[in-house]
């Protein structure tokens, strides 16, 4: 049987929520992963040091010993410097959103002006604490993230020695600012390298697939591909796997999420392997994150196998993508 081996496969955009859900979802990504950047998005968000040390503290309360490495992140706000110096050794990145762009970001930022910014920015940028964007404007929901280019370029001319990760792309015009600023980086989920918009409003409108930022063209597609099957050396898998209660995705106002994570290793390889580019897998999965952000994780070795895995129906109330459907590779072992 066809098998593929993945060594401390990473996940560079995830959210864990808190409680009972971060019981239940946190052990799936444990599982298959070594690790993840874990967004701030709670309700209030996480602002704090003491925000951060408590939520890692229950993060690691919900995973089997020692088996993952939460990165943590605090929410974006025009921090000061002292308070970024007091910080610094309990996060990994900080995580901009555009105030209520999407789920649990009312807080996030109004204004884009650099000066207003620049403070806090220039000390990330000092102290090496990488930006995380949620890239997106509050205009026509499929121009959103093309229209934010012109912020990105905003930042990384204005912050050269930032590193500012572009979260989730979804466009073509994400993809060509990789090449166009040194300290432009990208993280990719796993959906947006299937999905167009049609496969989640060209039906039966599909709630399971309705994330932000929503899936764009068939160009769009074909671009996020060629650099995610090349492991393009910017980009990295980040599955911005989004838990919802069933009852919140399946209702009249859907909340935006995808939840993928207990399936995403499985989606990648077969979606690498269709292309005949197992052998780019490890680079996007771990190694180019490493790089980029100057992380060592624990070792784990992940074995997948080429046979059926039908995906649960729904994993302790949340209903994942691909639900009750039949992927082609399978997690066989993980040591
Ligand atoms: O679809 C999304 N869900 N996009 C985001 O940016 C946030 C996320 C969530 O927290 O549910
Ligand atoms: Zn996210």
Redesign the pocket.
Known sequence: MKSHTLLMPLDM???LRDAVMLENVAPLSAYSFSGAIV?P?LVPPVETAEDVIAYKARIMAAVPNDSFEPYMTLFYKNYNKAFLESVADEITAI?LYPAGI??NSEGGISSFDVEEMRPTLQAMSDMEIPLCV?GETDGFVMDREAEFMSIYELLASNFPKLKIIM??ITTKEAVDMLDKFDNLYATITVHHLILTLDDVVGGMMKPHLF??PIAKRPEDLDALLSVALAAHPKVMF?S?S?PHPQHKKESCGCAA?IFTAPIALQLLCEIFEQFDKLDNLQAFVSDNAQSIYGICPEFKEVTLEKRPFVVPENYSGVVPMYAGETLSWAIENVD
């Open positions: 955009h995830l959210h967004m998005n995580k999407t789920t949620h979260e989730h994330c932000k980040g911005d989004a999420g």
